[in-house]
């Protein structure tokens, strides 16, 4: 295994390719003249994609970061500082796979440390290592916003939620597999609504004086 506390690789530059760039330019075209700073976050959310399908772990290089930071006519620092407040962004290479797992409140008393020891099972890894294979990393999450579905994980841009450690495991296997496993509820939620469905408001409202 490897840990993400091991030394950052050397990363010698970085530009857009002519499709990430298109896009760049169209995220700074929705601000005005003198204030493209403010597309500092979803660009480095493109470097960081671009990073990610180059197969090149998912992170942000500092060289990527001085790249927008030229683009947007601003200090390298206060990119530095967005990149590092933020923990959408990774500093070092994750992943093909990154679980971000909840363990705040709600998803603790609903279970949530079984589902670290089942995606620590799973993957051969601690919370805050990298797989040898470099298929998964596993990190804790604070707070993931989908409480009333507790406990749940993040994978890249999916939620997978309703957990237990046997649907955690069959996640992770799927992935392993190369396949795409079923995203949401994995009970067959629907949305937020109360597990065992319905209880009120289950028949539409009739107009006044019907």
């Known amino acids: 295994m490897s840990t993400q506390t091991g030394a950052i690789p050397e990363v010698a530059s ?10 760049a330019q169209a995220v700074i075209a929705k601000y005005p003249a003198g204030r493209q700073a403010s597309a ?5 959310d493109l470097a960081q994609r671009q990073m990610a399908s180059d197969k090149s772990g ?3 290089p500092r060289v990527a970061m001085d790249y927008i930071a030229d ?20 500093t070092r290479p994750v992943g093909k796979h990154h679980v971000e797992i909840c363990t705040n409140l709600p998803c603790w008393l609903r279970g949530s440390d079984k589902i670290v020891a089942a995606c620590e099972k799973a993957t051969g890894i601690k919370l805050g290592e990298t797989s ?8 804790h999450a604070e707070c993931l916003g989908a409480c009333v ?3 749940m994980i993040q994978i890249g841009d999916d939620y997978f939620e309703d957990l237990d450690e046997t649907s955690t495991a069959s996640i992770l296997s799927e992935l392993k597999l190369g396949n795409k496993p079923k995203t949401g509820s994995q009970i067959g939620r629907k949305t937020c609504e109360p ?7 289950t028949e539409p409202t009739k107009g006044r004086g019907a």
């Open 40 to 44: 500092v976050m979803p660009l480095l």
């Open 149 to 151: 579905n507790a406990p």
């Open 58 to 60: 998912g992170w942000l």
């Open 132 to 139: 040898a294979d470099g298929m998964f990393t596993l990190s």
């Open 195 to 201: 597990a065992s469905g319905l209880t009120s408001l």
């Open 14 to 23: 970085f530009v857009f390719t002519p499709d990430y760039l298109a896009q």
């Open 71 to 90: 683009m947007l006519d601003m200090p390298a620092i206060r990119v530095y500082e967005v990149a590092t407040f933020y923990t959408m962004y990774k």
